[in-house]
């Protein structure tokens, strides 16, 4: 379970059309990255899968049925954010268990899942300190272990590392993509970071101004790039 299917998709903020008719299929298990300059449109419709945003018009499948109007929890998806998202009053442990106490998950359960998704991302030692009290780097694997813990059919990441320093950011790259493999999970990766997109990516759509210019995978794209703006962008001369 994981498949996700955009038909049509648009978004128009006042008279701003951001998000042009978009069609995607983004296949189950798969690690596929939305990679753009900034502005043009990667988290609108990252939003939208999510349902953090309304679609202005068009249809989102998730897993064959009409999600359109689904309400964000109801979706079976994770999303994490560059900006963590975490409770600064609440310990590790509490941060992560939060959504499985309030889906009334027995405690004994709760307590299973923490360890399973501690041991994952190597948080074992963390788990009673405050957010406060940890790096970048182990703030942002709470907040992914707050999505584990839900067993989403997809996570969606947007630029979860951009505030990490550079070397960080290498390391938690090779941690998400070891990750994806753990989990065998469908993975919505947003960057408008080329490399990021090239290393860790299945499949890479390349958005521009609101629509996607190409989808393939990084081979694909750097080989056989479709305009002048992909090949710009991957970094390959065309
Ligand atoms: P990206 O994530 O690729 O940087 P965004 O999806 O955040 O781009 O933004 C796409 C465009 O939509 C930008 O021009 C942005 O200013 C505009 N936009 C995003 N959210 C809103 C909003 N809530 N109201 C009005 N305009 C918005
Ligand atoms: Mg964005």
Do not use: W
């Amino acid at each position: 379970m994981g498949s996700i299917t955009l038909k049509q998709v648009t978004k128009t903020f006042g008279d701003v059309n951001v998000i042009k008719p978009i069609d995607l299929q983004i296949h189950d298990g798969e690690f596929i990255v939305f990679v753009g300059p900034s502005g043009c449109g990667k988290s609108t419709l990252l939003r939208m899968i999510a349902g953090l945003e309304d679609t202005t018009s068009g249809n989102i499948d998730i897993d064959g049925q009409d999600a359109t109007n689904t309400p964000p929890a109801k979706r079976g998806l994770a999303m994490v954010f560059q900006s963590y998202a975490l409770y600064p009053h609440m310990s590790v442990r509490n941060n992560i268990a939060f959504p499985l106490k309030r889906a009334k998950m027995p405690p004994a359960e709760i307590e299973a899942k923490i360890a399973s998704a501690a041991k994952i991302l190597n948080l074992g030692d963390y788990l009673d300190r405050k957010p406060g009290q940890l790096s970048g780097g182990q703030r942002q694997r709470v907040a992914i272990g707050r999505a584990i813990v839900r067993q989403p059919s997809a996570f969606l990441f947007d630029e979860p590392l951009s505030n990490l320093d550079a070397s960080l950011r290498v390391n938690m790259r090779l941690e998400i993509s070891e990750l994806h493999k753990t989990l065998d999970t469908t993975m919505i990766y947003v960057t408008h970071d080329q490399v990021e997109a090239m290393t860790m990516a299945d499949r890479i759509a390349v958005f521009n101004a609101g629509v996607i210019e190409q989808v393939g995978t990084p081979l694909e794209l750097y080989q056989t790039p479709i305009n002048r703006f992909v090949a710009g962008f991957i970094g390959s001369p065309k």
